[in-house]
């Protein structure tokens, strides 16, 4: 009965801790060093846009985190945006939206790339690649 009472003991902590599988998305998440490689105007057709800037152009930092709930998404935090993007086991991603959104992928090396795209009826519309680095 001795040593029965000890293998009850280990047996029922290991049946009653909660198994969580492999989240792919961590490894994904922490801080970045964003550029962006160039910007494409399509159209400028509301010239009171002050000139159709886009001002996520350039060098910037952001973030990458999961999002909370079972539904495989990330955010990427940019200084002036926050994307919310659907990861796939492939690390590829893209946002599901009307009028604008990204598309990308991560890779084993900590980069990310992704393509945002804007548009709109009777307004501007314009497109930028993005390279990002993590740096933790």
């Not at 393509?115 to 993590?134: A, D, I, N, Q, R």
Request: proline share 2%; charged share 20%; aromatic share 22%.
């Amino acid at each position: 009965m001795k040593k029965l009472i000890p293998w009850l003991f280990i047996t029922g902590f290991f049946v009653s801790c909660e198994k969580q599988p492999f989240d792919y998305r961590l490894k994904y998440v922490g801080n970045y060093d964003f550029t962006s490689t160039s910007v494409n105007y399509l159209a400028c057709v509301d010239s009171s846009y002050n000139g159709c800037e886009v001002t996520s152009y350039g060098s910037f930092k952001g973030e990458v985190r999961i999002s909370s709930g079972d539904d495989n998404g990330l955010f990427i935090e940019t200084p002036n945006t926050s994307y919310f993007v659907r990861l796939y086991k492939s690390g590829s991603f893209k946002s599901e939206g009307d009028y604008s959104g990204i598309q990308g992928n991560f890779n084993e090396y900590g980069e990310v790339y992704y393509y945002f795209f804007s548009h709109g009826m009777m307004s501007w519309t314009y497109s930028y690649s993005v390279e990002g680095k993590k740096t933790q």
